[in-house]
C-alpha cells in the first residue's frame, strides 16, 4: 500500500505568506520613498 | 557624472514599472506553484516551499555578486552611479534574504525535524547576510561620499568572494542541506511539471531583482541630483 504524503500544508501557507509581505512590503517601502 | 532630476525620475517609473510587472508574476508562480504543481510524495505540501526558497536564494546571491562585480567597476572607474547601483543591490539582495532565511526554516522544520542547523550552508548563507547587513551600516556611518565608496566598495568584493562558497558548500562539506537541482553541470532533476514552475519563479525573481535594483537606484540618483541642486 502505498502511504498518502504527510500533511504538513501549514508550513507551506505561513511561507508563502510571509514571502508575499516581504516582497509586498519592501515594493511599497521603494513606493513611498521614492515619492519623497 | 551629474545626475539630473529628469534622469533619476525616469529611472525610477521604468524599476517601479518592472516591479509591478514581477509582483504580476509572483501572483502566477502563486497560482502554479500551490494549484497546478503536484505535491511531492514523501515531502507533503512543505515540498512547495522549494519553488519560493530557491527562487530567493537565486536572487539574493545574484544580488550580492552583482554587488562585488558593479564595486570593482566602481574602484577601477570613480562613478558614483557604480556607488549607487552597488548599494541598492545589497539592499534588494538583503531583502530577498529575508525571504531566504525565513522561507529555509519553515522548510526545514517538517522536513528535517529541526528549525535550523548549524551546518555549512546554513552558516555561510547566515554570515553573507550579516556581511551585507554591515555593508549598508557602514554605508550609513561615513559621511564623506567618497571615502564611503570606497570602504563599501572593498566589503562589497569581500562579500562576494563569500558566494562561490555558499553555492559550493552542498559539495565541499556533509551538510543536510540539498544539493542543487538547476544549477549543476547535469540535468535538472526534477518532474517537467515542478522544473516549469521553478524556471518560471526563477525569472519571476530576476525580474523582482531588476525592478527593485533599478528603483532604489533611481532613487539614490535623485537624493544626489537634489543635493547637487542644494549646494548649487
Known amino acids: 500500500m502505498q502511504a498518502s504524503p ?26 513611498v520613498r521614492s515619492k519623497r | 557624472m551629474m545626475v539630473t532630476r529628469d534622469t533619476a525620475r525616469r529611472t525610477i517609473r521604468r524599476g ?18 500551490l494549484r497546478y504543481t503536484p505535491v511531492e510524495r514523501l515531502q507533503g505540501p512543505a515540498q512547495k516551499i522549494f519553488y519560493i526558497h530557491a527562487p530567493a536564494a537565486w536572487a539574493a546571491l545574484m544580488a550580492f555578486a552583482i554587488v562585488g562585480l558593479v564595486s570593482i567597476l566602481y ?3 570613480r562613478d558614483t552611479r557604480l556607488d549607487h547601483f552597488a548599494a541598492a543591490s ?13 522561507t529555509g ?9 529541526t528549525w535550523w542547523t548549524w551546518d555549512a550552508r546554513l552558516t555561510l548563507t547566515l554570515f553573507l547576510f550579516f556581511l551585507f547587513l554591515g555593508y549598508l551600516t557602514l ?3 561615513l559621511n564623506d561620499p567618497a571615502e564611503r565608496a570606497r570602504f563599501s566598495a572593498v566589503v562589497g568584493i569581500l562579500g ?16 543536510l542541506h540539498p544539493q542543487p537541482v538547476l544549477l549543476k553541470p547535469s540535468a535538472p532533476s526534477m518532474p517537467p511539471e515542478m522544473l516549469r514552475t521553478l524556471l518560471t519563479s526563477v525569472a519571476v525573481f530576476t525580474v523582482l531583482y531588476l525592478g527593485f535594483t533599478l528603483t532604489r537606484y533611481g532613487i539614490a540618483l535623485l537624493g544626489e541630483a ?5 549646494a548649487g
Not at chain 2, 517601479?16 to 506553484?33: D, E, K, P, R
Open chain 2, 139 to 141: 554605508r550609513t556611518a
Open chain 2, 226 to 230: 537634489e543635493e547637487s541642486r542644494d
Open chain 2, 160 to 175: 562576494m568572494l563569500l558566494v562561490p562558497f555558499v553555492h559550493l558548500s552542498v559539495y565541499l562539506f556533509r551538510t
Open chain 2, 90 to 102: 545589497a539592499e534588494v539582495g538583503l531583502a530577498f534574504s529575508v525571504v531566504m532565511l525565513t
Open chain 2, 16 to 33: 517601479l514599472i518592472l516591479s509591478g510587472l514581477a509582483l504580476a508574476g509572483l501572483v502566477a508562480v502563486y497560482v502554479m506553484a
Open chain 2, 75 to 77: 574602484l577601477w572607474l
Open chain 2, 105 to 113: 526554516p519553515l522548510w526545514g522544520k517538517p522536513i528535517w525535524g
Open chain 1, 6 to 31: 504527510p500533511d504538513n500544508a501549514g508550513y507551506m501557507i505561513v511561507a508563502y505568506l510571509v514571502t508575499a509581505v516581504i516582497v509586498v512590503g519592501y515594493a511599497w517601502s521603494l513606493w
